[in-house]
């Protein structure tokens, strides 16, 4: 239960203001089709975590549990500093709707824009740190829609009101203390 719930709530802090938070601002203020966006993020972030997970789960395979320790270390650490860094979107990301429609453009949109974003880092770290890499997916899909599906109802709105420099920092924070305790040795009863 603890992977699914930090897997929400650390990919939930680190969506917010992350290029996938802003195309989904982006592609509602465009369309004003919510349901649509939605359902386009879900299947998105299902097919793209579910695949960072998988990964995350073989690493564990083929990584003796020392060095594991200290690539997922590193790798928390380095998502605590890239999570302070603001991301900005792609126009060419935001073109694909006029071919596809608005589902269609937001599975893709959202697929691509996930692929080697610090989400999707941080869900195969998270599945390789944890025993239990489906609830770690459930749980960063769950983030995914927690800070991504306000911000097609609510649009620019909301985002004016989001204190993002703390949200980034909070999230940050929170890498940063699973990078040093893993370093440190904590999931050492899981293998690490």
Known sequence: ????????????????????????????????????????????????????GALG???????????????????????A?????????????????????VFGATLVTFFLAEMGDKTQLATVAMAAHYSTPVLVVIGTTLGMLIADVPAVYAGDKLATRIPMRLVHAVASA???????????GAGAGFGF
């Open 174 to 184: 929170i890498f940063a203390a699973l990078g040093v305790a893993t370093l440190l």
């Open 81 to 101: 500093i890239w999570t302070m860094i603001p991301d900005e979107i792609e126009e060419e990301e935001t073109k694909v709707a006029q071919r596809f429609g």
């Open 57 to 79: 789960a073989w690493i564990t395979t083929t990584i003796s549990p020392g060095a594991l320790r200290w690539v997922l270390g590193l790798s928390f650490i380095g998502m």
């Open 1 to 52: 239960m603890e992977s699914l719930l930090v897997s929400t709530g650390v990919v939930a802090l680190a969506e917010i203001g992350d290029k996938t938070q802003l195309l989904a601002f982006i592609l509602a203020a465009r369309f004003k089709k919510p349901l649509p966006i939605v359902a386009g993020i879900l299947a998105a972030t299902v097919v793209n975590h579910g695949l960072a």
